[in-house]
């Protein structure tokens, strides 16, 4: 019997899932191990990626603890990957941080720890993956923006600025790296259930947090949604589409 | 920390003169404490204590004094 036809397909793609061992990253590996495809988790805690590889539907699937802040270490890191596993289809970079900070208790060590993490992480990779035989022709690069690069929010500027950077860098990214066969796009998720989000929860008071989510008319999104629109970005569904950023926002900004 | 070492660190994040804050000080007289040095209270306790601050606890603190109980736990006797 032939397997049913499924544009979407993984199989026989490697894909590197960065931020794998919870919330997005996590739904997105699982996704991509559904999709047939064979997953490389990277993050920092070794036993919480043990466990995401372990969810995962399939085989060949591995972990590998890495700290995306040395951001020179890891071009080196995705040639490894590659060298060692076999060439990469695709990366996932759901790794990130989010603290929200007034600007008036803003300093330089919080800046370049946000920048390093949600900016200079994704271009290093993007630098690692164009590298002479780590990506298979028409590879795909899908990078974690946010809604935040698009609406303004008090105490929360330098996430803003910095997924505001990582939308400017994947365009940059798309144009640049179009004669490598990579494409490179951005999904721009709004508040979706993780474990970030459950502290930004904790922080409110009930009545405080009923009163955002009332903002979002479908409800707050699940990390599923996400997975969704970023394994759609790294299938050859999308083959055509490159430097986009997908808002994923259950109609947030549409009113 | 210390609870004094603290407080200065809770007058920085205020912009407050250094000193100028008591425990026994309301903290609805303190013009300073609005919505964003909530969040800068939170962000202070995180980044300093590694502690993540209760939200209904810290709706419920009326003194300065009551921000220091919440992080109590993390402040050297």
Redesign the interface.
């Known amino acids: 019997m032939t397997a049913p036809f499924n544009p979407m397909s993984l199989a026989g793609r490697r894909v590197l899932v960065t931020g794998a061992s919870s919330g997005i990253g996590r739904a997105v590996a699982q996704l991509v191990a559904q999709l047939d495809g064979t997953v490389v988790a990277a993050g920092r805690d070794a036993g919480r990626l043990a466990a995401t590889v372990e969810s995962l539907a399939g085989a060949g699937h591995e972990a590998v603890a890495f700290d995306l802040g040395e951001i020179d270490a890891i071009p080196p890191f995705v040639q490894k990957l590659s060298a060692e596993g076999g060439a990469l289809a695709g990366i996932a970079h759901c790794a990130g941080i989010q603290?929200?900070?007034?600007v008036?208790?803003t300093d330089q060590a919080f800046m370049d720890q946000m920048f390093r993490i949600n900016v200079e992480s994704g271009i290093a990779l993007a630098r690692g993956l164009r590298q002479r035989g780590v990506a298979v022709p028409g590879a795909s690069l899908v990078l974690l923006s946010s809604v935040s690069a698009l609406v303004g929010q008090?105490?929360n500027v330098v996430y803003c600025a910095s997924k505001g950077a990582v939308l400017a860098a994947t365009k940059a990214l798309a144009v640049e790296l179009m004669r490598d066969k990579i494409r490179v796009n951005a999904v721009l998720p709004a508040l979706v259930e993780t474990e970030m989000a459950e502290?930004f929860?904790?922080?409110?008071?009930?009545a405080?947090?009923q009163g955002y989510a009332a903002q979002y008319p479908m409800g707050i999104g699940r990390p599923e949604d996400i997975a969704n629109a970023v394994a759609f970005l790294l299938s050859d569904a999308a083959r055509w589409i490159n430097g986009i950023g997908l808002v994923i926002d259950g109609g947030v900004l549409a009113g | 920390m210390q609870a004094e070492a603290f407080l200065r660190e809770i007058e920085a994040t205020l912009e407050l003169p250094e000193g100028s804050l008591k425990p026994e000080d309301t903290l609805e007289d303190i013009a300073e404490w609005d919505s964003l040095a909530v969040i800068s209270f939170i962000a202070l306790v995180d980044e300093k204590l590694g502690l993540a601050v209760d939200g209904e606890a810290l709706a419920n603190a009326a003194t300065v004094g009551d921000l220091l109980a919440l992080v109590q736990e993390k402040l050297a006797a």
Not at chain 1, 201 to 206: G, I, K, Q, S
């Open positions: 603290i929200g900070k007034p008036r208790v008090a105490s502290r929860r904790a922080t409110m008071t009930e405080q947090w």
